[in-house]
């Protein structure tokens, strides 16, 4: 850096400050102060520590780490990596070795060695020499017979050089980056463009250099006038190519003092270089050491270009001239003026020689110097093209790049740059961008996992972390394309640029390139290095592992021939050699992934899971990024690369697992860890294959030779569903035990043995399906087969605990004809009532209607547990169902058509064997249990406060009025429990029980009810009162069901409103139809013609003529006659049919009604009526 002492007597006077600043304010609690403090002697780092830990600062510690950090190299820590200067020269240390040094060997422990080789651990098929590298035809570079050994040993590592010629004057990069601008000055300026020097220039901020970085990346836009645009622009680059101001300066004087005394129209680098030593004066530096710097580099630049072993008299005579320039103590005290100006002039004069040189290849501005110079100007331009890039964030590019790069397009005719040159410069120097914060990243992460030996894809990736790089790149295949697309209709500038060789030294040999071969071998080596194990660069970065994908085929698939004589033959090859690259990208890459997988499955061998479990999670890993990431792009230039994949792992497992399926016995915990793990893998492996084969229209079936997994598993798996019905048995048995028939909690208002039932039944199919492992339908059969007699168990011990429903029913009481009693009489005794047994009653009491609620809970959580169970088993299976028509299928089968049985038996007739017949078990476990609940709660919850009470006696002082509060209670009561989508049901049930009840009162509620035709209205507005109850205005029952299931008694009921006489005439005409076979009458109903119906009417209707007719025709006992503190019992449903058949009693018909009773006799005998 010219004029450094400047800038270092500014640092020094900052840096004094700020520390004199922070010493003398609160931050730092304690000083140790000694007698004079050198700040220049202290380490800043240690008093920005002290302040940050809040501890005492010690001035000797402080000069001691200062001394202690004088005796390392400078270092500056920037994003592209850490830089040191060093303090001695790099020349005496020679050139850098070209070997590049061995490779680490892996040190594996001795047990894992042993267990990769007791398991046959395979690689790819192709020799071990070959594994490590790819050769240079399968990498798509074509050589006649010396290949480029030493391209197999670049792995991870960017030339920087192309291989240009070395600089023979050891001119360093700070050397060419500021002739590099002092060229972009001399093209301006000779472009007719004004260059104004800085000198006396008004400016709002410091001038500072870093200063002035940090306004320029703060500014975001310039300001548009047209004067002062490029001098702005200008500015701009002297920030980027870190030129002071000071030097600008004397750079811009000096070049315009020069133009304004010629008429020239171009010079060149030479010619320059002599113009800056021309007004070159040491005054005009502000130190020795800057002077001498300066001066050496103009003599090095001059000379690197007009050197010529051809043309002897010129060098003795450069030569000479130059070493007098060189001689600082000759040059500037023992030679005159007049000495100085003569030697210039001879090398000027030598200068102009060499530029009147016409080109070689005639070519318009063509000079001497674009190819005897060309490994300095292609150097220049680079570093022209680097000062695009921002110089505090390499990753970005400056808002003023377009505008810069119009004025760089100034120095082509200077540099030798052809617009097809320029495009392949500017795409190597985006493409070292690129690569430079490529590797900041893996320094990074190899910093972070220092410990970590490429464990897996998961833990160990490497990737670009930010979207510039992805800018980079995309700016450079664009620059690629531009070179790759273009119509070279010049000879002469193919003749040109052919011309611009560089040699690329190997191991074995030496392979000369053009400029153009060398710069795409050298970006190809580098993709083909990432590209060959793309699984570890781009695991998460599938948009960049496409960009340098096809960065590495568009540079690496060209026809390079090597050449005493380079002969550059073309650019596209036929398709062939990039579907043989891809190929190789995918075996080295998937070799290097099964390599890192099982090292680190030998590595987790004292681990809990088997490392055949881990090695076949790590493939399987591998296999889903090739389906999601990279198959998708690899497919578009070769179609069969999941394929290859898919197979190369198929066939490593298959490999390592063989051996362990022979030794298979029976199920151990090893077995239930790696044969799922296997399974999982080979159906991720034909998803896989199979990706490609539908593209390809081929049956993917015959790519693989299945594992032998279902054959091995198949009677395991059926051995184990069976024990877990022993199982499952045994806990539904407990918990049935166990149960009291109390809701769960105020929410789930069901038995808590449902749940458990529940629970062990999807624990159990959980663990069916956690198997992972091929199934056909004749596991899903059993599976479905125990879940149903598992449930059907459990149904049947609910429903058997119910009390047979006809126990619920009072005796009924013996048919007799009313008749008040005139004179005290003996009343007959009726027959006590049958007893009923104990443990009925036990049950009975057991049985309240809380706990009925429950059970119907109960029923209903079941009927919907079952639909969810069924809606999981179907998801599962079909997973199950979709894995095993890939890997059996040989043809593509319709997707509706499911899989059978031996029987011929689909999957959906199973289900609907099963779960279809539970739901039906539950939904009549619902209807019995709730006409039982409505029997319960009618017959004998409220049998005195019902049926003994209402009209017993007379209707008048019985009324249902009292009867409806209880009725109101036990609603609410079943309301508030059972589950409202069963509410309805429910209560409809309990209005059933109730209009029997009711009937059996009007009916067959004995002796001591009678009703008049009075009373018929009080019945009626009782029986309306008693729907009402059960609608409740609208927030009960449905008035249409309501009505519906009353219409029956409402015509019954209306019989007692109808004359004596006409009752008789519908009996008798009942009779002869009955005797006829002309019945409607069917078992266990009635209807309001019927002789059953009819009959008992009769019986209950306060009418002398009833009365006569029952007593003439039937002999029925006068009502007066019963005591009905006892009531006779009947083995009968019917205590008409026992009164007929006891009595045996003739009546005083017609000869017809004889044998039409006489057969009504036979027919009842046939028929229970309750």
Not at 777 to 799: G, N, P, W
Request: charged share 25%; net charge negative.
């Amino acid at each position: 850096m010219e004029f450094s002492n400047d800038l270092l007597r500014r640092y020094r006077d900052d840096r004094r400050k700020l520390l004199e600043f922070l010493l003398s304010s609160d931050l730092i609690k304690e000083i140790t102060t000694p007698a004079d403090i050198e700040f220049d002697h202290l380490s800043a780092d240690y008093v920005l520590e002290c302040i940050q830990s809040g501890g005492v600062l010690d001035v000797s510690q402080a000069t001691r780490r200062y001394r202690d950090e004088s005796s390392h190299p400078i270092a500056m820590h920037l994003q592209s990596g850490d830089v040191f200067y060093l303090l001695s020269g790099t020349e005496s240390a020679g050139s850098p070795p070209r070997r590049v040094a061995p490779s680490i060997p892996l040190n594996r422990k001795a047990n894992e060695s042993d267990f990769v080789e007791r398991n046959n651990f395979p690689g790819p098929n192709y020799p071990a020499a070959e594994r490590s590298h790819i050769s240079s035809q399968e990498a798509g570079i074509n050589y006649q017979e010396n290949t480029i050994p030493c391209a197999k040993s670049l792995d991870n590592k960017l030339t920087h050089s192309v291989g240009l010629p070395n600089l023979r004057t050891g001119l360093w990069d700070d050397d060419l980056r500021e002739t590099a601008y002092e060229v972009f000055l001399a093209c301006m300026l000779f472009s007719g463009l004004e260059i104004q020097t800085t000198e006396g220039r008004k400016r709002e901020k410091s001038s500072k250099f870093l200063s002035g970085l940090k306004n320029r990346k703060e500014k975001r836009h310039i300001e548009s006038a047209p004067i002062e645009s490029h001098l702005k622009v200008l500015d701009t680059i002297r920030l980027q190519m870190q030129i002071s101001e000071a030097a600008d300066a004397f750079i811009r004087r000096r070049l315009t003092q020069f133009v304004m005394g010629k008429v020239c129209a171009q010079i060149d680098v030479p010619q320059l270089s002599l113009v800056l030593l021309t007004g070159l004066l040491r005054s005009d530096f502000p130190s020795e050491k800057s002077y001498l710097h300066w001066k050496s580099r103009q003599v090095n630049i001059f000379e690197e270009l007009v050197r010529s072993d051809h043309m002897k008299t010129e060098k003795e005579m450069i030569e000479e001239s130059l070493e007098k320039i060189k001689n600082s103590k000759e040059w500037d005290i023992k030679m005159s003026s007049s000495q100085r100006r003569d030697a210039l002039l001879t090398l000027r004069q030598v200068a102009l020689a060499f530029s009147s040189i016409p080109g070689r290849f005639g070519i318009e501005g063509e000079t001497y110097y674009w190819t005897s110079g060309y490994h300095l100007n292609i150097r220049l331009y680079e570093k022209l093209l680097f000062g695009l890039f921002d110089v505090l964030e390499e990753s970005q590019i400056i808002e003023e790049a377009e505008e810069i790069l119009k004025l760089v397009k100034l120095t082509w005719s200077m540099l030798g740059i052809t617009e097809r040159l320029h495009h392949t410069l500017f795409a190597w120097v985006l493409f070292q961008q690129v690569h430079r914060l490529f590797w900041v990243t893996l320094t990074h992460l190899i910093k972070t996992f220092t410990s970590v030996q490429f464990p897996n894809e998961n833990l160990f990736h490497l990737k670009f972390v930010t979207t510039e790089e992805a800018i980079l790149l995309d700016h450079a295949i664009r620059e690629v394309k531009h070179v790759l697309s273009a119509d070279i209709k010049d000879d002469k500038e193919v003749s040109y640029m052919r011309s611009l060789t560089c040699p690329t030294v190997g191991i074995e040999c030496e392979t000369r390139f053009d400029l153009l071969q060398s710069i795409f071998f050298s970006i190809s080596l580098w993709c083909d290095s990432k590209l060959q194990d793309y699984h570890l660069y781009f695991s998460q970065n599938s948009s960049f592992f496409e960009r340098v994908l096809t960065m590495g085929l568009s540079t690496g698939t060209q026809d390079f021939i090597p050449h005493r004589n380079t002969q550059f033959t073309g650019y596209f090859l036929p398709n062939d050699v990039v579907t043989q690259k891809i190929r190789v990208y995918i075996e080295k890459t998937q070799y290097a992934a099964c390599r890192r997988a099982i090292d680190f499955a030998t590595g987790s061998m004292n681990g809990k899971r088997h490392p055949l479990a881990i090695l076949a999670s790590e493939l399987k890993q591998i296999a889903e990024k090739d389906l999601s990431i990279f198959s998708p792009i690899l497919r578009r230039w070769y179609p069969e690369c999941a394929m290859i994949s898919a197979k190369m792992l198929h066939q490593l497992y298959g490999e390592t697992l063989k051996p362990f399926m022979k030794d298979i016995t029976s199920i151990t915990e090893d077995v239930r860890k790696v044969l799922p793990a296997a399974y999982g893998l080979e159906c991720c492996l034909i998803e896989l294959y199979s990706s490609a084969c539908e593209e390809n229209n081929s049956h993917y079936s015959r790519g693989f030779e299945r594992y032998q997994i279902a054959e091995i598993s198949k009677p395991f798996i059926l051995d184990w569903v069976v024990a877990q019905y022993e199982r499952i048995l045994e806990w539904t048995g407990r918990a049935f035990d166990l149960e009291d028939w109390e809701p769960l909690s105020a929410q789930q208002k069901h038995a808590a043995s449902a749940v458990e039932v529940f629970r062990i039944i999807e624990e159990t199919v959980d663990q069916f399906f956690q198997w992972s492992l091929p199934m056909d339908i004749t596991h899903l059969q059993a599976l479905l087969s125990i879940i149903f007699h598992s449930l059907d168990t459990y149904l049947s011990k609910v429903i058997s605990q119910l009390v047979e429903k006809q126990k619920l029913y009072p005796s009924t009481p013996p048919l007799t004809r009313y008749k008040e009693a005139t004179f005290p009489i003996i009343k007959r005794k009726v027959a006590e009532s049958s007893i009923i047994d104990h443990e009925i009653y036990k049950e009975l009491d057991e049985l309240t209607s809380s706990k009925l609620c429950i059970r119907l809970n109960t029923y209903r959580y079941i009927q919907k547990q079952v639909a969810i169970l069924e809606e999981g088993i179907r998801k599962s299976w079909e997973s199950v169902a979709s894995n095993r028509k890939d890997r059996y299928s040989t043809e593509r089968t319709p997707a509706t058509l499911e899989p059978t049985d031996v029987n011929g038996e689909s999957v959906s007739e199973i289900f609907v064997a099963t779960m279809d017949c539970i739901r039906d078990s539950a939904a009549q476990g619902i209807q019995k249990t709730s006409e039982f609940l409505g029997a319960k709660v009618v017959f004998w919850d409220m049998r005195d406060s019902f049926l003994s009470y209402l009209y017993y006696g007379g209707v008048e002082g019985n009324r249902i009025e009292a009867v409806l509060p209880q009725f109101d209670k036990v609603l609410n009561d079943v309301c508030s429990v059972v589950d409202d989508t069963i509410r309805d049901l429910v209560v409809s049930n309990i209005w059933k029980a109730s209009l029997e009840g009711f009937m059996w009162v009007l009916l067959d509620g004995g002796p001591s009810r009678a009703f008049s035709d009075s009373d018929t209205v009080l019945i009626e507005e009782d029986f309306n009162m008693l729907k009402e109850l059960f609608i409740a205005d609208g927030e009960g029952l449905p008035r249409s069901l309501v009505e519906e299931e009353a219409k029956f008694y409402r015509q019954v009921l209306s019989l007692f409103s109808l004359q004596t006489e006409s009752l008789i005439k519908m009996l008798i005409s009942s009779s002869q139809n009955m005797s006829a076979g002309v019945n409607r009458y069917k078992k266990g109903q009635r209807y309001v013609g019927d002789t059953h119906t009819l009959l008992r009417v009769l019986c209950h209707k306060k009418d002398k003529e009833a009365s006569k007719f029952l007593k003439k025709h039937y002999r029925f006992p006068a009502s007066s006659e019963y005591d009905e503190t006892a009531v006779e019992s009947s083995s009968f449903g019917s205590p008409f049919v026992a009164d007929i058949l006891k009595r045996g009693a003739s009546f005083s018909w017609s000869e017809k009604s004889h044998s039409s009773f006489r057969s009504i006799t036979k027919k009842f005998q046939q028929v229970s009526w309750k």
